[in-house]
């Protein structure tokens, strides 16, 4: 063809089969719990407020439905927020946006189930529906939006109220329950997905849901009863042992980032219930490492952002108290490689050396605190504590010395006079002795050191007692001075009421 028409000579036009496209895009890999928190990035960006989530069980009949009470839709709004690619991804969005590709609507919701219906209501306005139903598509294979609610999800597709809302079904959950939808195994699965899906929404969403006054509030349940979901804090902020590093912001061409470090207390500064819910949603290894926001908003959970390759970084029990707070801007996406499911970010090279900077000294802290097993907190400073073990770097790599400059240990060999050098030796004996690597087994095998006693052991307790006793009398220290002196020697800094009652014991027989 010539002319004006000749152009068409040029090219064809492929628009892609409309449920081959459809079936391919549930195959992204969404998690039940991603495809929620999607889900709720679009309520927040509508305005939303207060968001339920509601898992219904009826079988094969089974609903998930997400309402919120944000701006709404009207009919225009809601065919194009429906439509695959609605929204170009390089558009300059709005700083707080949480979304991108134009697709988490869609990609989230069908990858749980095979139909998605939407009611939305603006304010004075009337209700808008859309669906897509993924059997209907099949029959003529055309991109055919539905205009109304399919039978078999209608009864959950409403906004309570009159208000604006916006309701998001999802129906035929082939993908949540498997092969199995109607059995009491089944019935269970679906209720601990939606303990999952909690527990989730609790991490994603903390910074949102924290303070006096928070910026959200979630609700999750199964109909009229509900709970409200609590944030979870993974740095555990609250702890007056959890030490923090300065903030730190970083320059780069898409936007400002910002990074903060935290060394979270050893165990035995926390209750058993505390070390649990520490834990997080996927473990203390799970969650060890940077934790990445976009806009207050989680992305990534735990890792090292591939910055310790050729490091030999690991998640392992030494630095699982290590974990850095990243936020980025939302313009930073296409840098950053955040992909549609909002779960993987990878630094930019410009950034790394420093990231990686950062990064080691947490973990180098990390590992100090679960090695002596002290918690050392910014907001408490103290003096150092005289360590028994030293840590001494050789051409034979890392070895153990014990310390001749501890308190006890210098004690007991001045007092052995013309025999200190068979004490030396003796003690250059423990020294080549330390089984380094069945301690390292045992650790690996139980998953942490076994924890401090309650209250201080009886020969330690004598020892502490002898020690202080010399501090009285050998050294003429007063009582508050020898307290304060015991205090930053292990192990006796661990038990810290012990260390009064044997002061106030002692200075009631010298004072």
């Not at 697709?103 to 603006?122: F, I, P």
């Not at 199995?180 to 991490?203: G, K, N």
């Not at 969403?205 to 609700?219: K, S």
């Amino acid at each position: 063809m010539k002319g004006a028409e000749g152009k068409q000579d040029l090219f064809d036009h492929a628009p892609p089969a409309a449920s081959a496209l459809l079936e391919a895009l549930r195959g992204l890999g969404y998690s039940t719990e991603a495809a929620i928190a999607d889900l709720i990035d679009n309520s927040i960006a509508a305005g939303g407020r207060k968001i339920r989530i509601d898992f219904f069980w009826q079988g094969p009949a089974s609903i998930v439905r997400i309402i919120d009470d944000g701006r709404g839709m009207d009919d225009r709004t809601l065919f194009e927020a429906m439509r695959p690619g609605g929204r170009h991804p390089l558009l300059v969005r709005d700083p707080e946006d949480l979304g991108r590709f134009g697709l988490g609507l869609k990609t989230a919701s069908l990858s749980q189930g095979r139909v998605l219906a939407v009611v939305s209501r603006t304010a004075g306005g009337s209700e808008s529906r859309r669906s897509w139903d993924l059997d209907y598509v099949a029959q003529a294979d055309e991109w055919r939006l539905l205009r109304n609610i399919p039978a078999d999800v209608q009864e959950h597709a409403a906004i309570p109220g009159t208000a604006s809302g916006t309701a998001v079904v999802i129906g035929r959950l082939d993908r949540l329950l498997g092969e199995d939808m109607q059995s009491e195994a089944a019935r269970t699965r679906f209720r601990s997905i939606a303990r999952r899906v909690e527990r989730h929404l609790a991490m994603t969403f903390h910074r949102f849901l924290e303070g006096p006054q928070p910026r959200l509030e979630i609700v999750i349940g199964g109909g009229d009863k509900g709970a409200r979901i609590a944030p979870w804090d993974p740095f555990l902020q609250w702890h007056p042992a959890t030490t923090l590093t300065p903030v730190e912001r970083l320059a780069h061409r898409s936007g400002e980032i910002e990074v903060q470090g935290f060394v979270l207390p050893h165990r035995d500064k926390m209750t058993a219930d505390q070390v649990e819910e520490a834990a997080g949603p996927d473990g203390w290894l799970g969650h060890e490492g940077f934790f990445v926001y976009r806009n207050r908003r989680l992305l990534v959970a735990g890792g090292w952002l591939g910055l310790g390759a050729g490091r030999r970084w690991t998640r392992d029990d030494v630095h699982r108290l290590a974990r850095l707070r990243l936020d980025l801007p939302n313009s930073g996406d296409g840098d950053w490689k955040v992909d549609i499911r909002k779960s993987t970010a990878t630094p930019p090279s410009t950034l790394r050396p420093r990231l990686q900077g950062l990064a080691e000294q947490v973990r180098r802290d990390a590992r100090e605190v679960f090695a002596w097993r002290g918690g050392r907190s910014t907001r408490q400073p103290r003096a150092p504590i005289a360590r028994v073990w030293n840590t001494v770097e050789t051409a034979r790599g890392t070895v153990y010395r014990i310390d001749r400059a501890h308190p006890a240990v210098q004690r007991a060999l001045d007092a052995t006079g013309a025999s200190r050098r068979l004490s030396e030796e003796m003690l250059t004996v423990i020294e080549a002795g330390l089984p380094v690597q069945r301690i390292w087994l045992d650790v690996a095998e139980q998953g942490d050191l076994p924890p401090s006693p309650a209250s201080m052991p009886a020969e330690e307790a004598a020892a502490m007692q002898s020690l202080y006793r010399h501090m009285r009398e050998g050294l003429g220290l007063s009582a508050a001075d020898a307290r304060r002196r015991l205090l930053s020697i292990e192990p006796f800094a661990g038990y810290p009421a012990a260390v009064a009652r044997i002061a106030d014991e002692t200075t009631q027989r010298h004072d």
